[in-house]
Nanobody, 123 residues
Framework: QVQLVESGGGLVQTGASLMLSCAASGRTFRSYAMGWFRQPPGKEREFVAIISRSGGSTIYADSVKGRFTISRVNANTVYLQMNSLKPEDTAVYYC?????????????????WGKGTLVTVSS
């Protein structure tokens, strides 16, 4: 059974840092791009960042560019380092994977999803 499990969420103050982790199991994700999405309270889920299967290409949403860094330590583990957090970063953060690197551009249609981890940034 394929699973993506996020961890590392929590309550922090404005300006703080957090690192989210995503551990995938049930198959190898060597040929999959992996990314992060988030859903703020009362809003739709949105793209945050994605990393290619090799780790050589990354793309970020404008809202997090320069503050968040996605990285991949092996085929099945991806991180999201979040710095200079703002209240508007408050959301449930989801890990996702897809064999098509560009799938993230087509909305919430990634092949595999985790259940999410909550990040709350207080002002």
């Amino acid at each position: 059974q394929v699973q993506l499990v996020e961890s590392g969420g929590g309550l922090v103050q404005t300006g703080a840092s957090l690192m989210l982790s995503c551990a995938a199991s049930g198959r190898t994700f060597r040929s999959y791009a992996m990314g992060w999405f988030r859903q703020p309270p009362g809003k739709e889920r949105e793209f945050v960042a994605i990393i290619s299967r090799s780790g050589g290409s990354t793309i970020y949403a404008d809202s997090v560019k320069g503050r968040f860094t996605i990285s991949r330590v092996n085929a099945n583990t991806v991180y999201l380092q979040m710095n200079s957090l703002k209240p508007e970063d408050t959301a449930v953060y989801y890990c996702a994977a897809d064999s098509d690197f560009s799938r993230y551009t087509r909305g919430n249609v990634m092949e595999y999803w985790g259940k999410g981890t909550l990040v709350t940034v207080s002002s």
